[in-house]
């Protein structure tokens, strides 16, 4: 018989099974975050290197006007490819779920990611530009030709067609696993369709709808190609300031004070959201 395992051979194990993808997370995840965030404590010298003074000056600067249009126009369009995303998703996401020709439709729904992301998007610089595609159908029942790039409807559509998919497999995933008795149950008990949906569909498909939303308002939030190609300049959002502080302008400092507040937003909205949910779930099950 085997005697009992030492402390020592315990951690040895774990530190095995979790090792690696501790010192992972450690190397490219929290090292990085860590040395922005201390970045974002210190100033641009005059080559656009980091220098002192330490203080919070970065964060200071970011109560300027034209970086708060951009936090709320970022913001915006995270919402509203959040919501039309779902408007969108969540029936397709039924739908290919109950066709028979579900493999089928999900090669369909992933068939535009075996091309370049730019390609794609530069492929609605051409629809959406004054002589494109849209114009042209619009113009021949008389609606055209519209101002549909540059603009920040352009930028919207780029965006919602970019991370569809994104919301639409987490809540297929969650459609797959639906225990549709409960939906019998509730017509037994003699729900109408919609509050047996409500009540007996809806909340079975919460894990697929709160990922997909993450999904989508993450990326959303920090893009910036699609704001720069679809947007050329009048479009600008946070993800466009973090960029040319990286970039052109070279104050690396204030570019780290810009991510850490994107980032810390982020997670206190998902944190916010995730606690609502909480909240909802006991309340359904009380």
Wanted: net charge positive; glycine share 8%; hydrophobic share 55%.
């Amino acid at each position: 018989m085997n005697e009992a395992s030492t402390p020592w051979q315990r951690a040895f194990r774990v530190l095995v099974t979790v090792g690696p993808g501790g010192l992972w997370l450690l190397l490219f995840v929290l090292l990085p975050t860590l040395l922005v965030l201390l970045a974002s404590f210190l100033t641009r010298g005059p080559y656009g290197e980091l220098t002192g003074p330490w203080g919070f000056h970065n964060y200071a600067k970011l109560l300027h006007p034209v970086y708060l249009e951009a936090f709320a126009q970022s913001l915006l369009v995270g919402v509203l490819a959040t919501l039309i995303s779902a408007l969108l998703g969540y029936p397709l996401a039924f739908y290919i779920a109950r066709h028979p020709q579900r493999d089928l439709l999900l090669f369909l729904l992933l068939l535009p990611f075996l091309t370049n992301f730019l390609i794609r998007v530069y492929a609605w610089l051409v629809l959406l530009q004054r002589e494109g595609l849209v114009n042209a159908l619009l113009g021949a029942f008389g609606l055209g030709p519209l101002i549909l790039y540059p603009s920040f409807f352009a930028v919207l559509l780029a965006t919602v067609y970019t991370f569809l998919p994104f919301f639409v497999l987490p809540v297929y995933a969650s459609v797959e696993r639906l225990d549709w008795q409960l939906l019998e149950a509730a017509y037994d008990l003699g729900a109408r369709p919609v509050k047996a949906f409500l009540h007996a569909v809806l909340p079975q498909t919460y894990p697929g709808l709160f990922a997909g939303s993450v999904l989508v308002f993450i990326p959303a939030m920090g893009t910036f190609v699609v704001a720069d190609l679809l947007g050329a300049g009048r479009v600008v959002l946070i993800g466009n300031l973090i960029q040319q502080q990286f970039g052109i302008t070279r104050d690396w400092a204030f570019g780290a004070a810009l991510s850490v507040f994107l980032m810390g937003f982020v997670l206190l909205s998902l944190y916010l959201y995730a606690r609502l949910q909480g909240e909802r779930g006991l309340k359904d099950l009380v």
